[in-house]
């Protein structure tokens, strides 16, 4: 027997507990609300479903799968939609956040007109996609915090015709949620905590800003869902190391804390025994992840270490000897090709585009045609060939997430 038939045979209390190990294994916060969103749709045979999560008065648009309109584990530029909902009676979404109550809906076109909320059809309308029924569920977390709402639209039956939303998804999906939301809080405390550490970056170094490491994390989960999904790879191995590369490469400079600020923050060109000091980043980058308790840690210091290698060799640190942790650390034969850990092969085309399409006090951003132009130039000799393919491949979703975390420029 399959797992896939064990589940199905599987009693839904067991599902849940099960289904919420599985969520409690995972790190960062949005492969926790896409394990979420796609156990909940796949329980109920929803065909579509978004989360949102609390902002202050906001519900923040944060998570969207779609089986009609986008499939498959590669890159998507719906994810990084950018835009916020009150928390009011107006909207399904924030009469739900307001009442604290999941909502079922059979017929979305159909509303009592007499209703204090309504349905918005905008997204229908520009899409083509046509939503009837909907179960819209809050995120409740410990001590009753309102962390977000989930809602799923279009229950399918076994031949593929939209129906409502039976009674066990109305009774089982919010008994997950209840359990899953405590993963959502959190999954944003681990992206709070690598946001803090690198605001100590950035009193170091003003260009490690909060939306530069959130951009780059972001561009190698995306790069890699693409890398992964072109060999064919699970779709729980793709959705497990994107979980720890997403973290990881927003820590890939946290090494520049132990640089003098003679040096960092020196304006004029660097001596070349000053470029050295520099280079140390990686090494003392590395050495905040050397004892290696999880994948997380490993993925950490290779990307800390070896993002500034180079394809074809010349880049740095090297072949380090005698270890990262000696006084003594010499930096040897540069690493090349796919010696250099695909981690760290994306991140440095993540970094180098971000650098090269950002404002600088000394310089305005570039125009995307010319960082793109860049990067294929360096193709082969600073990058790997096949990252910056896919980099070009799927900028439609990189430029969704520039939009996303925009650069606040104080310069």
Not at 255 to 271: E, Q, S
Not at 272 to 287: L, N, P, Q, S, W
Request: overall charge negative; aromatic content about 8%.
């Amino acid at each position: 027997m399959t797992d896939e038939q064990i589940r199905n045979q599987e009693n839904p209390v067991l599902t849940i507990l099960r289904t919420t190990d599985e969520v409690n294994q995972l790190k960062d916060v949005d492969t926790i609300l896409d394990k979420i969103l796609y156990e909940s749709r796949k329980f109920s045979n929803a065909d579509a479903g978004s989360i949102f999560l609390v902002d202050k008065d906001s519900l923040i648009f944060s998570f969207v799968q779609n089986d009609t309109l986008f499939k498959g584990e590669g890159a998507n530029a719906a994810l990084y939609q950018n835009f916020g909902i009150p928390i009011s009676e107006q909207s399904i979404v924030g009469y739900v956040a307001k009442t604290r109550n999941s909502l079922a809906i059979d017929d979305a076109y159909e509303l009592d007109v007499t209703l204090p909320f309504s349905f918005n059809k905008s997204f229908d309308e520009k899409s083509g996609y046509r939503t009837t029924s909907m179960l819209t569920i809050p995120l409740i977390a410990q001590e009753s915090r309102l962390v977000g709402v989930m809602q799923l639209i279009n229950a399918k039956n076994d031949m593929g015709k939209v129906v409502p939303f039976d009674d066990d998804a109305r009774t089982y999906i919010p008994l997950f949620c209840n359990n899953a939301s405590v993963a959502i809080e959190r999954g944003i405390m681990n992206r709070e905590l690598i946001l803090r550490m690198m605001q100590m970056a950035e009193l170091r170094d003003p260009t490690e800003t909060g939306a530069h490491v959130q951009r780059v994390g972001a561009y190698c989960a995306e790069i890699y869902g693409t890398w992964a999904a072109r060999r064919k790879q699970s779709a729980k191995e793709i959705k497990r190391v994107r979980d720890n590369l997403r973290l990881a490469a927003m820590l890939h400079d946290v090494g520049k804390v132990g640089i003098p600020d003679a040096i960092l923050k020196k304006p004029g060109k660097l001596t070349d025994e000053e470029f050295d000091v520099i280079k140390m980043h990686t090494i003392f980058g590395a050495r905040l992840f050397n004892n290696l308790t999880s994948d997380l840690d490993r993925m950490s210091m290779e990307i800390a270490l070896c993002h500034h290698e180079k394809w074809e060799g010349r880049g740095y640190p090297g072949k380090v000897t005698p270890d990262i942790w000696s006084p003594e650390v010499q930096m040897g034969e540069p690493k090349n090709g796919e010696d250099i850990p695909l981690g760290a092969r994306i991140c440095a085309v993540a970094d180098v585009f971000d650098a090269l399409s950002s404002p600088r006090s000394y310089k305005d951003p570039f125009p995307d045609e010319k960082c793109i132009s860049i990067l294929e130039s360096d193709a082969g000799t600073h990058f790997d060939p096949e990252i910056v393919e896919i980099f070009v491949e799927i900028f439609d979703v990189i430029k969704a997430i520039r939009a996303k975390y925009k650069e606040q420029w104080k310069g």
